[in-house]
């Protein structure tokens, strides 16, 4: 939805739970020295300034990545997500880098890497930002139309974000046909699809057909920050992770909890496999 802004948001506690689980998958396919094409769908600018009006109008980076850094005693994965943070923005606390930026910082030569970006404001930062940089392609265009033209990747190995904003009820339609359409491509590739936790519950169909439909086994992650209240309002983040790396299945329901609390003095944490049976 064009009229989006992800600069009012950025940082918040689901940004964080977010990179934190993609840079955990993307880091250990890495381990293979194979290449792999990364796809981010509604990449954004790229970079946000904290110390700005929109970020400072919501304030939410306060509850999210500036509480992080206050806790000094994190899992693994967590302190490498935030070493990762601090090393791209210089550790001064006052920007935060979205995912383009945490992907880009990570590409090997071999990587590719694809950004969509609809919202020509935000396009034209997102290319200022990474102008000149070979493995790097920018879009603007519609993400899920990109995961149409572009998918299977010409590499091995292949990656894809999808975290659309949902302001729209139709997104999580669109969301369920894109990632079906890109497992009828290709079901080797690794697919990580945020969605926010509402009192609506508009996220629950979604799961229900991509539970459905012969996909891969998926991980549900959710972390909570509060209890709902009302008709709106987000309280929670959400992350399927489809196709999800050993290490994420054996070790991310421990570290996820701990995230979770170290969010909110009233965290929850909840870890489901879909599929277990086939992993």
């Known amino acids: 939805m064009l009229s989006y802004q992800h600069s009012f948001h950025a940082g918040n506690f689901a940004d964080v739970h977010k990179h ?6 993307f880091r250990y396919l890495q381990r293979k020295n194979s290449a792999i094409t990364f796809y981010d769908t509604h990449a954004g600018r790229g970079w946000y300034d904290l110390d700005g009006v929109d970020a ?5 980076y306060l509850d999210g990545i500036n509480r992080l850094n206050a806790d000094h005693d994190h899992p693994e994965a967590v302190a490498k997500y935030l070493n990762l943070v601090r090393d791209i923005t210089g550790g001064a606390g006052d920007s ?3 995912s383009p930026m945490l992907v880009a910082d990570q590409l090997r030569d071999q990587d590719e890497l694809h ?11 997102l290319r200022e930002l990474l102008k000149n940089i070979d493995p790097i392609h920018i879009h ?3 993400g899920f139309e990109m995961i149409k033209g572009l998918f299977p990747p010409p590499t091995p190995r292949g990656m894809i974000l999808i975290d659309p904003s949902y302001e729209q009820k139709e ?8 990632v079906k359409g890109a497992y009828r ?3 080797k590739a690794v697919c990580v699809v945020w969605y926010p936790l509402l009192p609506a519950n508009n996220h629950l169909k979604m799961i229900d057909e991509l539970s459905q439909a012969g996909l891969p086994p998926m991980i549900r992650s959710e972390i909570s920050v509060r209890d709902p209240e009302g008709e709106r309002g987000m309280y929670g983040s959400g992350m399927l992770i489809i196709n999800p790396t050993y290490s994420l299945v054996q070790e991310g329901e421990e570290w996820l909890k701990a995230l979770a609390e170290s969010l909110s ?6 870890f489901k496999i879909i599929g277990e049976e086939r992993l």
């Open 20 to 25: 934190t689980i993609l840079l955990d998958v």
């Open 140 to 142: 603007e265009r519609d």
């Open 171 to 178: 997104e999580y339609q669109w969301v369920a046909k894109c």
């Open 185 to 187: 491509r290709w079901q």
């Open 56 to 60: 400072n109008k919501t304030g939410e």
């Open 265 to 270: 003095d009233e965290g929850k944490s909840s």
């Open 96 to 98: 935060y880098p979205g």
């Open 115 to 125: 950004l969509a970006e609809a919202h020509p404001g935000e396009f034209e930062q």
